[in-house]
C-alpha cells in the first residue's frame, strides 16, 4: 500500500526546518496554496463514501460541542492511533500542524465560500504550516499514512458548526473552527487565545489574507514563536501600527517590497527597543 498522502496533498514545501528559528519568505511559502482545501482536493474519506457538505451560502454558527471525542474510528489500528497520540503529545509543532491540517479541511468541507483562507493567509503572514508535520512524519515513517487518513477520516466525519472534542490515543484537544480562523495566524502558535490580539480583531480572515499590507507587517514583525501573552499585546499593538503606515504609504504610491519593509522596520525601532528582551 502506498504510505504517502493522497493526490493532491502537497508536504514538500519549501520551509524551514525548523518554524521557530526563522520566517518564511513568502515566494518560499507560494506551494502552501495548493495545500488549501487540503482534504477538500483529496475526496475526502474512505473510498466509496461520499463526504458530508453544507452548503456554501452560509457558515454553520457554533452550538454545543460533540458529546464523544472522535477518534476516527477504524480509519486506523489502535497500535497506530496510540503512537500517533503520543507524536503529538511530544511534539507541539507537530500537533500545531495537525490542528491546521484538520480546520483548513473542516472549513473547506463546512464553509465551501471560505476555502482556502486558512492557507492563504499561511501564506500572506510567512507562517511555516506542514514543515513540523514533515519532519516529524519523515523521523517516523510507519505513521505517516496512518496520520493523513486519521485526518481524512475526521474531516470527513466531524460534525459542522461545533466545538469539536479529538481524542488520538492520549492526546486530545478541542477545536472551535471559526474561533481558530478569527484568530489565524496566532492561533496556530497559540491555539488558547483568550480573544482576537489588536491588530487582527474586527477584521475577517479573507480581507486580511488580501491585504496587500499582510506580508510586508509579518515581514517586519514576524510571528514566528510562542511569545507570553504580554508580548502578544505588544507586539500586536506595533503590528497594527505597520499595517496604518503600509496603507498610508501605498495610497502615496510606495510598491510593497522589501525597502517598505526595511522602512516600516525603522519606524517602529524605538519602539521595539522599550520592549522587554523576550518580546523583541
Given at each position: 500500500?502506498?504510505?504517502?498522502?493522497?493526490?493532491?496533498?502537497?508536504?514538500?514545501?519549501?520551509?524551514?526546518?525548523?518554524r521557530?528559528?526563522?520566517?518564511?519568505?513568502?515566494?518560499?511559502?507560494?506551494?502552501?496554496?495548493?495545500?488549501?482545501?487540503?482534504?477538500?482536493?483529496?475526496?475526502?474519506?474512505?473510498?466509496?463514501?461520499?463526504?458530508?457538505?453544507t452548503?456554501?451560502?452560509?457558515?454553520?454558527?457554533?452550538?454545543?460541542?460533540?458529546?464523544?471525542?472522535?477518534?476516527?474510528?477504524?480509519?486506523?489500528?489502535?497500535?497506530?492511533?496510540?503512537?500517533?497520540?503520543?507524536?503529538?503529545?511530544?511534539?507541539?509543532?507537530?500537533?500545531?500542524?495537525?490542528?491546521?491540517?484538520?480546520?483548513?479541511?473542516?472549513?473547506d468541507?463546512?464553509?465551501?465560500?471560505?476555502?482556502?483562507?486558512?492557507?492563504?493567509?499561511?501564506?500572506?503572514?510567512?507562517?511555516?504550516?506542514?514543515?513540523?508535520?514533515?519532519?516529524?512524519?519523515?523521523?517516523?515513517?510507519?505513521?505517516?499514512?496512518?496520520?493523513?487518513?486519521?485526518?481524512?477520516?475526521?474531516?470527513?466525519?466531524?460534525?459542522?458548526?461545533?466545538?469539536?472534542?479529538?481524542?488520538?490515543?492520549?492526546?486530545?484537544?478541542?477545536?472551535d473552527?471559526?474561533?481558530?480562523?478569527?484568530?489565524?495566524?496566532?492561533?496556530?502558535?497559540?491555539?488558547?487565545?483568550?480573544?482576537?490580539?489588536?491588530?487582527?480583531?474586527?477584521?475577517?480572515?479573507?480581507?486580511?489574507?488580501?491585504?496587500?499590507?499582510?506580508?510586508?507587517?509579518?515581514?517586519a514583525?514576524?510571528?514566528?514563536?510562542?511569545?507570553?501573552?504580554?508580548?502578544?499585546?505588544?507586539?500586536?499593538?506595533?503590528?497594527?501600527?505597520?499595517?496604518?503606515?503600509?496603507?498610508?504609504?501605498?495610497?502615496?504610491?510606495?510598491?510593497?517590497?522589501?525597502?517598505?519593509?526595511?522602512?516600516?522596520?525603522?519606524?517602529?525601532?524605538?519602539?521595539?527597543?522599550?520592549?522587554?528582551?523576550?518580546?523583541?
Amino acid at each position: 500500500m502506498d504510505s504517502g498522502p493522497p493526490a493532491g496533498f502537497v508536504t514538500r514545501v519549501p520551509l524551514p526546518a525548523h518554524r521557530r528559528g526563522r520566517v518564511v519568505p513568502p515566494a518560499a511559502l507560494a506551494a502552501v496554496i495548493l495545500a488549501a482545501g487540503i482534504l477538500y482536493t483529496w475526496k475526502i474519506g474512505a473510498p466509496g463514501r461520499a463526504s458530508r457538505q453544507t452548503p456554501a451560502t452560509a457558515m454553520a454558527s457554533v452550538t454545543d460541542a460533540t458529546d464523544a471525542p472522535l477518534d476516527g474510528g477504524d480509519a486506523i489500528e489502535p497500535a497506530q492511533r496510540n503512537a500517533l497520540g503520543a507524536l503529538l503529545l511530544a511534539r507541539e509543532d507537530f500537533a500545531s500542524d495537525f490542528r491546521f491540517l484538520l480546520a483548513a479541511s473542516l472549513r473547506d468541507r463546512c464553509a465551501p465560500a471560505h476555502a482556502h483562507e486558512l492557507a492563504r493567509m499561511a501564506i500572506a503572514a510567512g507562517v511555516p504550516v506542514l514543515a513540523d508535520a514533515k519532519t516529524a512524519l519523515t523521523e517516523h515513517p510507519e505513521l505517516r499514512h496512518p496520520a493523513y487518513a486519521l485526518v481524512s477520516r475526521l474531516a470527513a466525519t466531524a460534525p459542522c458548526g461545533t466545538i469539536v472534542h479529538v481524542a488520538v490515543g492520549k492526546f486530545a484537544m478541542d477545536l472551535d473552527l471559526e474561533r481558530y480562523a478569527a484568530m489565524f495566524p496566532d492561533s496556530y502558535f497559540t491555539p488558547d487565545l483568550d480573544s482576537p490580539p489588536s491588530d487582527i480583531a474586527g477584521r475577517d480572515l479573507r480581507e486580511r489574507a488580501a491585504d496587500p499590507c499582510t506580508p510586508v507587517v509579518y515581514a517586519a514583525l514576524p510571528l514566528n514563536t510562542e511569545r507570553t501573552w504580554q508580548c502578544t499585546g505588544l507586539r500586536a499593538t506595533l503590528r497594527r501600527r505597520l499595517r496604518v503606515t503600509c496603507a498610508d504609504a501605498l495610497r502615496e504610491g510606495s510598491p510593497v517590497d522589501a525597502r517598505m519593509s526595511a522602512r516600516l522596520v525603522a519606524s517602529i525601532r524605538d519602539e521595539l527597543q522599550q520592549l522587554p528582551s523576550i518580546c523583541r
